[in-house]
């Protein structure tokens, strides 16, 4: 069984940083897709970032020069490093996994990461 478990999250003011780390456990596929996703009430999931298990990386443009995603293979664990945050991230932050074939412009939607972490709170304020 599959478990991704999130933490990292807290509160921070506008411009500060955070790092954020999902642990997985049980995948046992060599290709896969390890995303960060984060929603915010009232609106819907949005794909922040995912990193292919080659390496590949790609970023909401939202994010962009200031989220960096990472892997561990080693310890099994993926990272968010968020730098320059704005109030507009504040959100709870998922991550999530799968395999699936996509094109690059649908690699950040939802519906085809089939494991799903519980989510960690990042709030920024100003």
């Known amino acids: 069984q599959v478990h991704l478990v999130e933490s990292g999250g807290g509160s921070v003011q506008v411009g500060g940083s955070l790092r954020l780390s999902c642990e997985v456990s049980?995948?046992?596929?060599?290709?896969?897709?390890m995303g960060w996703f984060r929603q915010a009430p009232g609106k819907e999931r949005e794909g922040v970032a995912a990193?292919?298990?080659?390496?590949?990386?790609i970023y909401a443009d939202s994010v962009k020069g200031r989220f960096t995603v990472s892997q561990d293979n080693a310890v099994n664990t993926l990272y968010l490093q968020m730098n320059s945050l704005k109030p507009e991230d504040t959100a709870m932050y998922f991550c999530a996994a799968g395999n699936f074939d996509a094109a690059l412009t649908n690699i950040l939607t939802a519906r085809l990461y089939m494991y799903w972490g519980q989510g960690t709170q990042v709030t920024v304020s100003s």
């Open positions: 990193v292919h298990s080659d390496g590949r990386t």
């Open positions: 049980g995948y046992t596929g060599r290709s896969y897709y």
